[in-house]
Nanobody, 125 residues
Framework: QVQLVESGGGSVQAGGSMRLSCEGS????????MGWFRQAPGNEREFVAA???????KLSDPVKGRFTISRDNAKSTVYLQMDSLKPEDTGVYYC???????????????????WGQGTQVTVSS
C-alpha cells in the first residue's frame, strides 16, 4: 500500500515558476515509476511527466522544455519543477505511482495504482 502526499501548489503569474513535491510511503517506493498528471475542470486527467527509479523520465509535449521531473529515493519524494508557466497549465495536479513499471514509463492514467489527493495549480494571465 502506497500513500502519497502532495504539496507546493498555489497561484502564480504566467511566466512564473512553481515546484510540486510528492512524498510517498511504502517499502518499495524506489521500485515504482512516479508520475504527475493534471486535470482541468471539465477535462480528462492528462499525463504530465513520469520518472523511473533510475531517473529516466518522460514529459508530455505541452510541458517539454518547461517542466522537469526528478526524484529522491532516499527521501521517497518526487518533484515537478514547473517553469515558464502558462494559463493552460492550470489544473489539479496529481502525483501517482505505477507499481508495475520500474523501467518503462507509461502515460495512461489507468496504469497508475496509487494517487495523491491532488494540489491546485492556478496560472493567471
Amino acid at each position: 500500500q502506497v500513500q502519497l502526499v502532495e504539496s507546493g501548489g498555489g497561484s502564480v503569474q504566467a511566466g512564473g515558476s512553481m515546484r510540486l513535491s510528492c512524498e510517498g510511503s511504502g517499502r518499495a517506493f524506489s521500485d515504482y515509476v512516479m508520475g504527475w498528471f493534471r486535470q482541468a475542470p471539465g477535462n480528462e486527467r492528462e499525463f504530465v511527466a513520469a520518472i523511473t527509479w533510475s531517473g529516466n523520465s518522460k514529459l508530455s509535449d505541452p510541458v517539454k522544455g518547461r517542466f522537469t521531473i526528478s526524484r529522491d529515493n532516499a527521501k521517497s519524494t518526487v518533484y515537478l519543477q514547473m517553469d515558464s508557466l502558462k494559463p493552460e497549465d492550470t489544473g489539479v495536479y496529481y502525483c501517482a505511482a505505477d507499481t508495475a513499471a520500474s523501467v518503462i514509463v507509461r502515460v495512461a492514467a489507468g496504469f497508475y495504482d496509487y494517487w495523491g489527493q491532488g494540489t491546485q495549480v492556478t496560472v493567471s494571465s
